[in-house]
Structures are given as structure tokens and as C-alpha cells.
């Protein structure tokens, strides 16, 4: 079956290059990011791996916490973040899953059911193996993507998006297209006008269906 948001991630015990790690004890309380990729010491994803390692202070201000995932070892792992450390800048702090048998890319749908690792394999035969995955503390998927080999993740939108996530966390409130912290909010419909303005203020009502709000504290 095919991961889902709202389903819970399996609870995965994972080997990796910061030791065995098992996923729901890892995201505790917090928030989380699973990025994932074809092929260690590959161009596209070292840039997008420096990007991760770049933003660790903003992941923290969101308690959020991030891992990548690769098809590739440990040890190579450990020598790809040199490379990674090196072009970036910053130090790559999270850990990488050395999924070596795709266990976790298929337990989280990133490659068909029948997938498997040649001998001599390039990354075009893992190159679905592109996703990121924002997770909640209730340990259920809010949020994924997917990528194509050619185009490099966009994490400055995978932060927009985390922000608007926890925005609207169990909350009847959503996001209009291009939202930034600090804009106004989307007032869900399961509230009428007299509940969303006890609960959030004075509306602005563009129609009876969309309602904004002030983007509460």
C-alpha cells in the first residue's frame, strides 16, 4: 500500500552513518524532514544535502529535525559529508540512512515493489529514490514530495512549507498559495462566521468560502 499523509511512518529501526537509529524514538516530540537520495557523491543531491546542512539553525527554531536516506553504505556516507562539508560550508549534522536492501524506500513508497540494486548501478536505478517527507510528533506523514533527477530541491519552499504546516497543526486553519510567516490565514470552513470571529478576530471574507484571518500568535 502506498504511503499516505496522515499515515503513520513505520517504525523502522534504521543503520546509519551516526549509528542504528529507530524513527519514532529518534522524532520524540518533535518535528521531522526524511530527504532522501539515489547515490552518494553525485552533484545535484551534494548541493542539496550542503542546502540541509546550511539551514541547521532554522530547523531548530521549528524543532524540527531532518535525516537523509541513500541506497548507498555507512562508510560512504561518513566520506561523502566531507564533500558535502567542504562545498556548503557548514557541517552536515544529520544523520544518513545506509538503506542498502530499500527497505525504507519502499516502506516508504519511494520505489516500486519489485526494485532492486544491480551490480555496478548507476543512480538512474534508484534515481525515484527523490523525496522528502515532512513528519509531525504524532509521527504521521503532513506533507511529500517528489523530484525528479534532473531539478534540485527547493528547501528554502520545504521550509515555507514546514512553517505553514505547523501554522495550521491541528488547527481548522490553512494557507493561501505563496504564504510567508506573518501573512494572514485561511479561516477553514468548518467554522461559521460567528465561531471564526470568536476565535480568531474580524474577518476579511473575500467570498462566503474564502476567509482571511490574521495570522494569530
Excluded at 514530495?145 to 519552499?157: C, D, H, I, L, Q
Excluded at 491541528?170 to 506573518?182: D, S
Amino acid at each position: 500500500m502506498a504511503l499516505r499523509i496522515n499515515q503513520e511512518i513505520p517504525n523502522l529501526t534504521v543503520p546509519t552513518d551516526m549509528g542504528d537509529i529507530t524513527l519514532h524514538d529518534w522524532i520524540g516530540d518533535s518535528w521531522a524532514i526524511l530527504f532522501s537520495h539515489p547515490k552518494d557523491f553525485t552533484p545535484v543531491c551534494t548541493t542539496e544535502f550542503g542546502a540541509v546542512a546550511q539551514l541547521a539553525d532554522e530547523w531548530a527554531k521549528r524543532n524540527t529535525k531532518v535525516m537523509g536516506i541513500s541506497v548507498d553504505g555507512v562508510e560512504e556516507h561518513k566520506q561523502w559529508k566531507a564533500d558535502i562539508e567542504k562545498t556548503a560550508g557548514a557541517p552536515a549534522g544529520f544523520p544518513i540512512v545506509a538503506d542498502e536492501d530499500l527497505t525504507v524506500a519502499k516502506a516508504l513508497d519511494m520505489l516500486p515493489a519489485d526494485a532492486y540494486l544491480p551490480d555496478g548501478r548507476t543512480p538512474a536505478d534508484s534515481a525515484t529514490v527523490r523525496s522528502v517527507f515532512i513528519i509531525a510528533p504524532n509521527k504521521k506523514v503532513q506533507l511529500m514530495m517528489t523530484y525528479p533527477m534532473s531539478v534540485g530541491r527547493n528547501f528554502a519552499e520545504v521550509l515555507r512549507a514546514l512553517d505553514g504546516l505547523q501554522r495550521t497543526y491541528e488547527q481548522p486553519l490553512a494557507t493561501p498559495a505563496n504564504w510567508e510567516v506573518g501573512q494572514d490565514v485561511i479561516v477553514g470552513l468548518g467554522l461559521d462566521d460567528a465561531a471564526a470571529k470568536a476565535k480568531y478576530g474580524e474577518l476579511d471574507i473575500k467570498l462566503p468560502y474564502l476567509r482571511y484571518a490574521k495570522n494569530p500568535a
